[in-house]
Nanobody
Framework: QVQLVESGGGLVQAGGSLRLSCVASGRTFSSYAMGWFRQAPGKERTFVAGINWSGDNTYYVDSVKGRFTISVAKVKNTVYLQMNSLKPEDTAVYYC?????????????WGKGTLVTVSS
């Protein structure tokens, strides 16, 4: 049974930083794609950043490029999202996602989410 457990959310002022963590368990993830999605109040869940398990391929939605960095610590089975220069529009519940097929268009597992609130 795959489990994804997020942590690291909280309240931060605009311009500040947070680092989200996602601990993955229950499977060998070497062929997986991992990623972060977010859902703002009243909006749909959208893609933020993705990475392959080896960590050598990353991709981002345009609105976070240059501000967010996704990484993986394979020894710890943990995926991180470093978020810098946060803006109020980054406020959302952030979800960790895993795809067995290596494509985050097809998410097989979700975490329960961690709330990020950015005040202006």
């Amino acid at each position: 049974q795959v489990q994804l457990v997020e942590s690291g959310g909280g309240l931060v002022q605009a311009g500040g930083s947070l680092r989200l963590s996602c601990v993955a368990s229950g499977r060998t993830f070497s062929s997986y794609a991992m990623g972060w999605f977010r859902q703002a109040p009243g909006k749909e869940r959208t893609f933020v950043a993705g990475i392959n398990w080896s960590g050598d391929n990353t991709y981002y939605v345009d609105s976070v490029k240059g501000r967010f960095t996704i990484s993986v610590a394979k020894v710890k089975n943990t995926v991180y999202l470093q978020m810098n220069s946060l803006k109020p529009e980054d406020t959302a519940v952030y979800y960790c996602a895993a795809s067995e097929r290596g494509l985050l268009e097809y998410v097989d597992y979700w975490g329960k989410g961690t709330l990020v609130t950015v005040s202006s």
